[in-house]
């Protein structure tokens, strides 16, 4: 439902003043600006929607002023109040929650997007340096492998051990700390 509060400025039409007087009486204005505010408006209302009501309301009074029917000129035709019922007003809410919802679930999956990218591209990075650090341990040879274990052994992380690849041994390994349970 909609609820229109229209302001109509009249006057009748002065070359057809016998014509108004004879046919609607000296209270035509009484009479009739009523009847053609509500049949015009109507009329002219339910050619548009509702959101069309608000975005057009020049248009919309520029058609309500046609009332050359009833030989009164309407000077001004303005909608000075539009509401709507709580339907409308519940629709528009959750249409409007809705969108906000979809914008939402586009944002989080733009996100997973990126993040499983990046997570593509360390990986690859990470495979990129293993790479590298396999093939220069390869090249130099067990001195990059003994330079990584005495890194290790100067850091405070006693837990770090370096590993020749290829060859399969364990260098560097305290037997008692390979005991069962710790």
């Known amino acids: 439902m909609v609820n229109l509060t229209l302001r109509l400025l009249s006057r009748p039409d002065v070359s057809l003043l016998p014509t108004i007087f004879t046919s609607l009486g000296t209270e035509y204005d009484e009479k009739v600006l009523p009847s053609i505010g509500n049949e015009v408006l109507k009329a002219v ?86 790479k590298l650090i396999s093939d220069a341990t390869a090249a130099v040879g067990m001195g990059l492998l003994e330079l990584r274990r005495i890194e290790a052994a100067l850091s405070k992380t006693p837990n770090v051990v370096y590993l020749p690849g290829g060859n399969n041994i364990l260098l560097g390994l305290n037997p008692t700390n390979m005991a069962p349970g710790r």
């Open 45 to 130: 209302v339910a050619q548009f929607n509702a959101d069309q009501l608000l975005t057009e309301r020049p248009h919309v009074s520029a058609l309500v002023r046609r009332a050359r029917d009833f030989h009164i000129v309407l000077d001004d035709v303005a909608i000075t109040h539009l509401s709507y019922g709580a339907e409308f007003s519940q629709a528009v809410e959750k249409k409007q929650v809705a969108q906000q919802e979809a914008e939402r679930s586009k944002f989080l999956v733009a996100r997973a997007e990126q993040e499983r990218r990046a997570a593509v591209i360390r990986a690859e990075g990470e495979s990129e340096a293993a």
